[in-house]
């Protein structure tokens, strides 16, 4: 009987009928997959289009000699890790653009009690404020914290840094008489992050009433075609205070209320004037390239103005009777919850006296 190895019909001519001595010339699987050179198929070189019987593969080193399912799942990971840094490099723009970032602002305005505006002496306009309540001129009622120590993660210098900032915002927003009743924005502008100002500037080109684009809602304004300020004194009181909202953020909260005295537009000494009072509270961020740059991000703001009248818009300015000392006021109407027709963070209330 014939070796188990031999071919059925025996062993060739001349040979030894062993493979032997071939075997070093034997070729498994993943060598061939390894070579840079590959022979094209019959269908190619029927085609006529390739100038050579072989082509080059490309060179993937040890890529080449892994399974496919190894290759796809690799890429995989690439592709994950790739996105993974895309968005984590651009969230902060994403955020901006879908209110991430956006500054959120409230406003109630205030009629008065006795349903007339109350005049003052132009000469002495802030004597009826009582004294217990704490105001004072411009800045110094402003109540900045006196020791301004360092956080966990940052040292005294940047917090006096962030609570410097938001005190020259506090200034340019609600004490400065260009903004107040010039009509500038600037000085305000100048001290909003990057990240806020496309925002700062729709609610500048087109303000409206949607939280979002009040420019009442970054500063206090009054329109210079009908308000005058009848002293360029501002009476503050209230206070600001620093926190670390987390490693890499400080957060600084003020809370004022603050009086301005007011006169009609254009109008001589002996027009009646008035007070109109607000009270404001806001919420700022800074990180450290805001620390660093002197900017920061207003992130909300409640505001109680008045007196003001009932259901008009503020988006752009603050409506003040001032103007019109001693003219009816109205009065805030009942509120129906099943009315749907207006926001429901618009309101109207009844002030007190502005003695504090």
């Known amino acids: 009987m014939g070796d188990p190895g031999e071919p059925p019909e025996g062993a060739p001519e001349g040979g030894s009928g062993s493979d032997d001595e071939y075997r070093s010339v034997v070729f498994d699987e993943s060598f061939v997959r390894a070579a840079r050179i ?6 190619e070189r029927l ?34 890790f790739g996105a993974a840094v ?23 305005a205030l009629t008065t009690a006795s349903g007339t505006v109350p005049s003052v002496d132009p000469n002495s306009p802030f004597a009826s404020l009582a004294a217990a309540a704490g105001y004072a001129d411009g ?18 210098a940047q917090v006096n840094a962030a609570v410097d900032t938001a005190r020259r915002y506090l200034e340019a927003s609600e004490l400065t008489p260009a903004v107040l009743v010039q009509g500038e924005t600037a000085p305000v502008r100048a001290l909003v992050a990057p990240a806020e100002q496309a925002q700062f500037d729709q609610s500048a080109t087109s303000p409206s009433d949607d939280q979002h684009h009040a420019l009442t809602g970054w500063m206090v304004r009054f329109d210079p075609m009908k308000v005058a300020l009848a002293s360029d004194t501002v009476k503050v ?3 600001v205070a620093v ?8 957060e600084i909260t003020s809370d004022h209320t603050l009086v301005y005295a007011l006169r009609p537009a254009g ?10 009072t607000v009270r404001r509270e806001v919420r700022f961020d800074l990180d450290r390239t805001d620390v660093a740059v002197a900017q ?61």
Not at 140 to 153: D, E, I, K, S, Y
Not at 243 to 250: G, H, I, K, N, W
Not at 267 to 276: H, N
Not at 306 to 324: D, I, K, N, R
Request: charged share 10%; with cysteine; net charge positive.
């Open 38 to 43: 590959t022979e094209l198929s019959a269908s």
């Open 237 to 239: 009181a209230g206070s």
């Open 86 to 108: 895309y968005f984590g490099i651009t969230s902060p723009q994403r955020e901006a653009a879908h209110g991430g970032l956006q500054l959120t602002s409230q406003l109630t």
């Open 296 to 356: 920061l991000k207003v992130v909300d703001t409640v505001e109680q103005a008045g007196p003001s009248p009932c259901g008009v818009a503020q988006g752009e300015y603050l409506q003040p009777l001032a103007y019109a000392a001693g003219q009816p006021a109205g009065r805030p109407g009942p509120v129906d919850p099943a009315d749907r027709a207006n926001p429901a963070w618009q309101s109207c209330a009844v002030m007190a006296t502005p003695k504090g």
């Open 267 to 276: 109008a001589a000494g002996a027009q009646p004037v008035s007070l109109y």
């Open 47 to 80: 085609g006529g289009g390739a100038p050579r019987a072989v082509r080059r593969k490309l060179g993937l080193g040890t890529l080449a000699s892994l399974p496919r399912q190894a290759l796809t799942l690799l890429l995989l990971i690439v592709l994950a």
């Open 139 to 156: 800045s110094a009622g402003l109540g900045l914290p006196a020791a301004r120590t360092a956080t966990a993660h940052f040292n005294q």
């Open 243 to 250: 926190t670390e909202l987390d490693p890499s953020t400080l």
